[in-house]
């Protein structure tokens, strides 16, 4: 089965040029680029997975009383991973250059908040009403999107982000509040350590679920659309549906991450819906690696933990006779390091796992220079 | 009748700044095809530059602004060979991202050198309070310069691209690589050439609307970029005089809904406000663009299969 689908995915590679594509995306996951080697990929999976459920006892002999402290930061980069895959469905598997998500990351917390703690619905109903409204939401953008390609739809959905956080905003000034804050939450997600484990079972299920989705009809309409709309056409893939369906999909899992992100931080806020917000999903899945599932993971671990631990230098460095402000350059150090990987990596950071060096598909992908 | 012609005038006089702003992004875009959103920080970061050299050294402002624009080309130049360049192969999302975190590299740089700018500080030019009188109305000196210098600009620019060789090279690079380059254009020198004159435009539209603002800090260009972007989109994308139409359109539009909207309030809800306009603003956008897909004055797409 798994030899079939490489197949399927390998023959990208061979094509010349994909004209539609924004993202010259890796064919085939690095997942699957690695079918001839599936136990190390099993070992690894394995390995990862008992390290991240054995982390709060890790961090517990590392960190001692802190140890909540840093599982709750960690807990944010599971939630970015989120997000991360929710975009990298749209834009790196479905080749939609769609920057809307943060809207739905901050929709769905508003309507958590305002259902949980205005008008006193279970958390859980809430949570399921704001995931439908995602969807249904996601349905609206993606119907116009259909007409709307390329740099047009990218800016177009960046205006809808721009538009959601700025009504948001009106929400919040004319409640006279600065931020929502989710006054109603279950007592297990109150708790630093169950939290962590709650989100840590979303992730992974839902990531399983992904990986399985990729491999079924759907998965592999989304990647023939992305290689050629008109050869998967001339095949028989309902664009219209599969392109919706993307939208969809991608809206429910962003939607999902901003139900936990505003969970995580008992609050929603407007930034949530911003420029910077959206900026940041990129950042993810281009880093980690566009149309691929782990890349989704590196890429949250690039945006998350990057920032982390450059706010964990001393401020100032001494670096010999220099004096760094490193609270100064944080920003800068972090811009540098994203356009090193962006140089170096230019199809992600799964690159480095994959079996293959990464192929530039693009139109203009060969050597270049004077 | 005085008052509304007097906000269309200030209309004008907005749309055209980020008509500027948004004639250097399309020239990026239809050139390298990256969509640049370190446009803003390469305009704020000259202008600093200019700050600097008017309230360090105290140079007379003409002088101060010719090294600027000469910093300008330098920068365009240093920024395509450092980082354009190694990514020119990259997909458009990659160099869309590339250049975000150039805009922070940017940023950080400045507010590394000169940490007065991180607060906002008065930007001096010789311009102002000086002031024009056109009949009833009232244009200020730096805002009739931001006029002129984008009309200009448009201008030469125009018949840069349609006349001289050097202008047909770069549209021809823009329209094919690999068909410029076997026609043998030396497409690296014109990737450099087309930065280093985007940063230059950049630079210029920085000054104008320091000068117009007259308190400038590090992000100052922030908030004008992204309509900028919106107007560069709205005009197509692909052609020069698009954006400029495009950033007029933004522009008119922003200043008679501040008209408009002025006093108004909706149960609590000031509409005077700036963020509604904004979102107004942003709504109108989306909606144009689900009418017309491909901007004002976009055709239909040509795709090849």
Not at chain 1, 70 to 75: F, N
Not at chain 1, 294 to 315: I, K, M, N, Q
Not at chain 2, 7 to 26: D, E, Q
Not at chain 2, 230 to 241: K, S, T, W
Request: glycine share 10%; aromatic share 8%; charged share 10%.
């Amino acid at each position: 089965m798994k030899r079939h689908i490489l197949a399927l995915g390998n023959s990208r590679s061979s094509s010349p040029a994909s004209p539609g594509s924004v993202l010259g995306a890796e064919s085939g996951s690095a997942f699957a680029a690695a079918a001839g080697s599936d136990w190390r990929w099993l070992a690894g999976l394995v390995l990862l997975l008992l390290t991240l459920s054995g982390l709060p006892f890790l961090f517990e002999a590392l960190f001692g009383d802190g140890a909540d402290f840093q599982l709750h930061r960690v807990t944010l980069i599971l939630i970015l991973a989120l997000a991360a895959l929710a975009q990298n469905l749209l834009t790196g598997y479905a080749a939609q250059p769609s920057l809307g998500n943060a809207a739905f990351f901050g929709i769905s917390a508003y309507l958590l908040a305002w259902l949980s703690s205005d008008l006193q619905q279970p958390y859980w109903l809430a949570v399921l009403v704001a995931l439908v409204a995602c969807a249904l939401l996601g349905l609206l953008v993606g119907g116009p999107a259909l007409s709307v390609s390329g740099a047009y739809l990218a800016i177009a959905t960046l205006g809808l982000v721009v538009l959601t956080g700025s009504l948001l905003t009106l929400w919040d000034t004319s409640a006279g509040r600065q931020s929502y804050e989710l006054t109603a939450l279950p007592e297990v997600l109150g708790d630093d350590r169950s939290l962590y484990y709650c989100v840590l079972a979303v992730v992974v299920l839902i990531f399983v679920g992904a990986f399985h989705l990729l491999r079924s009809r759907v998965g592999r309409a989304w990647i023939a659309l992305r290689d050629s709309e008109v050869a998967a056409a001339a095949c028989g893939v309902a664009l219209t549906r599969y392109k919706l369906l993307a939208f969809v999909v991608s809206a429910v899992l962003t939607g999902l991450a901003g139900v936990l992100y505003a969970t995580w931080g008992t609050t929603a806020t407007a930034s949530m819906s911003s420029v910077e917000q959206t900026i940041a999903f990129l950042t993810m899945i281009v880093v980690g690696g566009p149309g691929s599932l782990l890349g989704s993971l590196l890429g949250a671990l690039f945006v998350g933990l990057v920032p982390l631990l450059l706010g964990e230098l001393p401020d100032p460095l001494a670096l010999g006779p220099l004096q760094l402000p490193i609270a100064m350059l944080t920003t800068g150090i972090y811009g540098v390091l994203l356009l090193l990987a962006l140089i170096f990596f230019p199809g992600g950071l799964s690159a480095i796992f994959a079996r293959r060096p990464f192929v530039h598909a693009s139109e203009e992908g060969e050597s270049y220079g004077p | 009748m005085l008052a509304l012609l007097q906000i269309l005038l200030s209309g004008l006089v907005t749309g055209s700044l980020y008509g500027l702003l948004a004639l250097g992004i399309v020239l990026i875009y239809r050139t390298t095809g990256v969509l640049n959103f370190a446009y803003g920080a390469l305009a704020a970061t000259v202008t600093c530059f200019l700050y600097v050299l008017l309230t360090g050294p105290h140079l007379p402002f003409w002088q101060a602004l010719l090294l600027s624009l000469l910093f300008a080309l330098l920068l365009g130049a240093v920024v395509e060979r450092g980082f354009a360049r190694p990514l020119l192969a990259a997909p458009i999302l990659t160099k869309a991202i590339a250049t975000l975190a150039l805009a922070l590299v940017l940023q950080t740089v400045v507010q590394a050198l000169w940490p007065q700018l991180t607060s906002p500080v008065h930007f001096p030019t010789p311009f102002e309070g000086q002031a024009l009188r056109l009949g009833g109305l009232y244009l200020s000196l730096a805002d009739g310069l931001a006029l002129l210098t984008t009309a200009l600009l448009l201008g030469l620019l125009q018949l840069f691209l349609q006349r001289t060789r050097l202008g047909i090279a770069m549209r021809a690079t823009a329209d094919s690589l690999e068909a410029a380059r076997l026609m043998g254009i030396p497409v690296g020198l014109i990737f450099l050439f087309a930065w280093m004159l985007a940063s230059l435009l950049a630079a210029i539209a920085g000054v104008l609307i320091a000068a117009r603002q007259t308190v400038i800090d590090v992000q100052f260009m922030d908030p004008v970029l992204l309509l900028a972007f919106i107007g560069a989109v709205l005009g197509g994308l692909d052609r020069l005089a698009g954006a400029v139409v495009g950033g007029l359109v933004v522009g008119l539009a922003d200043n008679v809904l501040a008209l408009l909207l002025a006093g108004h309030s909706l149960g609590t809800l000031d509409l005077g406000d700036p963020g509604i306009r904004q979102t107004l603003i942003f709504a109108g956008f989306v909606l144009l663009l689900l009418l017309r897909p491909r901007g004002l004055f976009g055709g239909a797409a040509l795709r090849r299969v």
